[in-house]
Structure formats: structure tokens, C-alpha cells
């Protein structure tokens, strides 16, 4: 099946295709090292592309939990997933919760867990979201409707020194106090191309080939969904559920995502993380991480062809090992 995905997934844009086309899949699968059997996390669901392949390689005996924040991939996923339907379950719920979601349904210790950032096409194409520059619509940005604070809050209420820290911080724009400005001054903003406007006044009109509203939109989108917060907490919850031998693996799609994951990989693998200057170790850090690869595996120009949207897409894994020690190393 991981071949039917993966023939579907070369042969289709994605435009084209019927569902969200899975990044990274079969490299995906092989740093998870799904096993028949298993007990497998797909902490994104989206389409449920990684889910389906993960339960096809954990035939037979394999299990499932599927989490999305978003009701629509829910419902995608479920009718893609019906074959397994005995082997699945799936949570409408932010992954930020991954611990209680794991204890409520008794899932853990797991074999492996996944986590493949970001949106889905589907969500970058849907109508009313506001996820897209491209696509007039009100601004929401919302990953779950129980969210409280949408783009529109964000963008009408802050102040021009929050807006300049969010653009700067997560869009990492080097235009980021001049786009605050116009944002402020053009108030009130309703929708997506009201944002463009307010973000082309302080730019200029596109000279690259990157839109210069990308930055903004993905600044906003963060802070709506606090997303650098609940990867890093999640995260962290991942490490505690996988059982030894257990894999965790992230597909991320810009730096500060990937920063959040190398740093936590590299901390995590490593003993002593006391300060250079203590030369006696003081805190007595295990590792409890073994890295899979020490570089990021990045999609082949085959995938970037096929599928554009994997262009930026980084795969870290590493395996949760047995704490070797607890106490202060001499
Ligand atoms: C890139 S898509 C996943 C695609 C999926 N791997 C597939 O093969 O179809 C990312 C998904 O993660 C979900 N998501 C992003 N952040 C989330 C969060 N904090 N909690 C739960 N779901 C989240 C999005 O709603 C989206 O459906």
C-alpha cells in the first residue's frame, strides 16, 4: 500500500489530488521503524496519508491514534482509515494535550510517534479559513474552532509594538515595524486581502519570488494558534510516552519549527548540559534520546518536483533510549 501511496502521491499535484499528498512518506515510515504490531501516535492527522502508511507496515496487530485539531481532517481521515477501522482512534483535539488524550484512552508506552507541522492543503485551499494570502476570506487562522482568539483579534486589537515583536519573531521579516505600521494604520482589517494591502503598502509590490505577505501570514498564524508553545510542549509529552526502542519523528517546515526540534533532539541525546565553565558536572543529565540521523533528511528533488510543498520540509527522528544514569557524572 505504501507504494500505491507513493505512485499516487508522484503521479498528482497537489492540486489535483483528492487528498493532502503526504511529505516525506516513505522516509517517514522507515525512521519510525513501524513494525507489525505496534502501537503507533500520528499526532497530525491532516488526510491521514502517514496514517494509513503507518497502519499498512503495522500490519497485522498494529494500533493508532490519530489527533487533529481540525474537525474537517477528522472526517477525511476517518473515511480513508475505514479499512482500519478496528485499528484506529481518532481525536478531534490540539496535540498540545498529548499526555491526557494518551492516559484517557489507556494508549502508552508507544512505539512510535509523529509529527508532520503545519497545514494541510486542504486548509491552505479552504474557503473560510484565512490561512492564504491567495484567497480572499475572513481572518481566522484558526486550527480548532474552540480556539478563542482569531487572526482578526490579532490584527485589530494589538498594539504596533506587538504586532512589530510577532512579525519579527515568528515571520522573521526584516520589514516586520514598517508592515506593524500600515497594519495600524489601516484598521480596521477584515479580511485576507485587507491584510495583503496593509502589508504591500509597506513593502512594495513583489520583486521575488516569495509573496512578501508569506511572513506575515505565518507570523499571525503562529501567535493565533501558539504554536511554538504547543510544539515544544508536546514535544516534550512525546518523549515521556514512547517506550524504549520507541521513535518519535517530526516533519517540520521552517526554521523556528526545526530549531525547537534539533535543540530539543540534541539536548535530550546528550549527558552533561551543564554550562562550558562548570568543569565539575553538576546536573547529572542522562540522555534519553539516541539521534536516527545527525543531519535533517530533506525530501529528494523527485518529491520537490512532484510536490512543491514538500521544498522546505525537514525530517528529524531519534529513538528514546534507557536513562544510563541519574546522578551527578564525575
Ligand atoms: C501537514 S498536515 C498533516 C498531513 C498528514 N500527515 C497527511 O498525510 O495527510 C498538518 C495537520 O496538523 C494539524 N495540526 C497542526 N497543528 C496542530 C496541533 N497543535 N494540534 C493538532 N493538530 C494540529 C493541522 O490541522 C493539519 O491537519
Known sequence: MLSAILTHSAGHGHRSSRHHVPVLLREAIAA???????????????SGGHALAILEASSPG???LGIDANPAAIVEAQSRLA???????????NFVHLRDICYKYEFYPVSGILFDLGLSSRQLEAEDAGFSFQREAPLDMRFGLN???TAYDIVNAYTESQLTDIIREYGEDPHARQIARQIVAQRPLHTTFDLVKAVLRATGRPSTRIHP?????????????SELVNLSSALVQAIDLLGFGGRLAVISYHSLE????KDLFRQESTGCICPP?????MCGHAPRLRLISKKAIRPSPIEVRANPRSRS??????????????????
Open 32 to 46: 519510525l521503524n513501524v513494525q507489525p504490531g505496534g502501537r503507533y501516535i500520528d499526532c497530525t492527522l491532516g
Open 83 to 93: 479499512a482500519h477501522r478496528k485499528d484506529i482512534r481518532l481525536v478531534n483535539d
Open 313 to 330: 520540509a525537514k525530517l528529524r527522528a531519534a529513538e528514546r533510549i534507557l536513562k544510563l544514569s541519574n546522578g551527578p557524572q564525575g
Open 258 to 261: 526545526d530549531r525547537i526540534v
Open 213 to 225: 505577505a508569506t511572513r506575515t501570514f505565518q507570523a499571525i498564524r503562529i501567535a493565533v494558534n
Open 147 to 149: 480556539q478563542q482568539l
Open 62 to 64: 498494529g494500533q493508532l
Open 277 to 281: 565553565s562548570v568543569l565539575r558536572c
